[in-house]
């Protein structure tokens, strides 16, 4: 598959031109003209860089990549080193930020569900970012707080920062990666019973406490990982295209 191609068919598919975002969407470094292996990651990390060339990758594919609105438009330091790691053995970047949240099946938020068994049955009405949906069939019919924290801890290998009562019973619950703590209010009109994001704020435990609605941090990387484990396993069964995820790991 030409980088071209890929390209294309990619921002077709996430709708890269939807979105009002705070970096760039799709191809941010070019490499290689074909295609035919694939790393990908949370972020374009100088360790995730290495590790693509040890490899022999002609891509890499991630969430996290460069050139962010209030970055200094200068290529110096640390982006240079990386920049050159991946010039110089023509390796191509390619980084979707809100695109990938999105995706109805694909993206972050989606695959997230996925693996924790959560059954998606809409959006919020006012941001489209946040899912919302219930406990699945793999839950007791009685779940409550405490129990679900255990769940997310087994499944993420990460133990959540949790706000709320133990035995609070989860039936109903909203859901955003990364940090997504400012959305909170948007939840708490979903009339759901849990929130769960990557990140917390502050004022997010006082405004827990206040409105009953459970709260539930469980890592920006760790809520993060598995978008771009689903867009590179599409790309490897309908291309063809070897595909391999690498976890840098972040206690984030």
Not at 5 to 10: A, K, V
Not at 87 to 104: G, K, Q, R, S, V
Not at 199 to 204: C, G, H, K, M
Request: net charge neutral; charged share 20%; with cysteine.
């Amino acid at each position: 598959m030409t980088r071209l191609e890929l390209s294309e068919y990619l921002d077709q598919l996430l709708l890269v031109d939807y979105f009002k975002d705070f970096c760039p969407n799709g191809l941010q470094v070019q490499g290689k003209k074909h295609i035919q292996l694939i790393v990908s990651g949370v972020t374009a990390s100088r360790a995730l860089i290495e590790k693509a060339i040890r490899m022999h990758a002609d891509a890499i594919l991630v969430h996290h990549g460069w050139f962010w609105k209030n970055d200094e438009p200068v290529i110096t330091g640390q982006l240079h080193d990386r920049l050159k790691l991946l010039m110089d053995h023509e390796i191509n970047l390619f980084a979707y930020h809100l695109p990938l949240d999105a995706h109805p099946t694909l993206g972050n938020n989606a695959s997230l569900a996925n693996e924790l068994g959560f059954k998606t049955l809409g959006k919020a009405p006012h941001q489209e970012l946040i899912f919302w949906g219930e406990l699945g069939g793999g839950y007791a019919k009685a779940v409550n707080l405490g129990q679900l924290s255990l769940k997310i801890e087994g499944v993420l290998k990460r133990k959540p920062l949790v706000i709320g009562k133990s035995n609070q019973k989860i039936k109903r619950i909203a859901w955003c990666t990364g940090a997504a703590q400012g959305y909170f209010k948007e939840a708490v009109k979903l009339g759901v019973d849990a929130y769960l994001s990557g990140e917390i704020s502050e004022q997010t435990t006082h405004l827990a406490h206040e409105s009953g609605l459970a709260y539930i941090a469980a890592g920006h990387h760790a809520t993060e990982r598995y978008g771009v484990q689903s867009l590179g396993k599409h790309l490897q069964e309908h291309f063809g295209i070897i595909h391999h995820f690498i976890d840098i790991d972040n206690p984030v």
